[in-house]
């Protein structure tokens, strides 16, 4: 069974730090690009990132995160993270991600939903004093 399990959400004040994991199993995740959406209260789900296979090492990210978050993988783990630093109240969002239907680079129209076929079930990320 193909799945995705995000976790490493929570409460951090402004200028804080978190990471947040992605969980695959089912596939092997370096064989596919992989999204990191966000979605906060009344507004549309958005990209953050995408990190393709590390055979292709091309990763994209929003403006409104670059410089700030950055994506990796560990292989062994079959897993995908984000580090988010120097958080800002509208990074709030539950987070999301996802994996492409098929594809191992995140492409230039990376942060659309469409591409995506399997999501994980989010995590809250709070950013408050």
């Known amino acids: 069974q193909v799945q995705l399990v995000e976790s490493g959400g929570g409460l951090v004040q402004p200028g804080g730090s978190l990471r947040l994991s992605c969980a695959a199993s089912?596939?092997?995740?370096?064989?596919?690009?992989i999204g990191w959406f966000r979605q906060a209260p009344g507004k549309e789900r958005e990209g953050v990132s995408c990190?393709?296979?590390?055979?292709?090492?091309?990763?994209w990210y929003a403006g409104s995160v670059r410089g700030r978050f950055s994506v990796s993988r560990d292989k062994a783990k079959n897993t995908v993270y984000l580090q988010m630093n120097s958080l800002k109240p509208e990074d709030t969002a539950i987070y999301y991600c996802?994996?492409?239907?098929?594809?191992?680079?995140?492409?230039?129209?990376?942060?659309?939903?469409?591409?995506?076929?399997?999501w994980g079930q989010g995590t809250q990320v709070t950013v408050s004093s």
């Open positions: 996802a994996r492409v239907v098929s594809g191992r680079a995140c492409e230039r129209d990376w942060s659309t939903l469409e591409q995506y076929g399997t």
């Open positions: 089912g596939f092997t995740s370096n064989d596919y690009a």
């Open positions: 990190i393709s296979s590390s055979s292709v090492r091309i990763n």
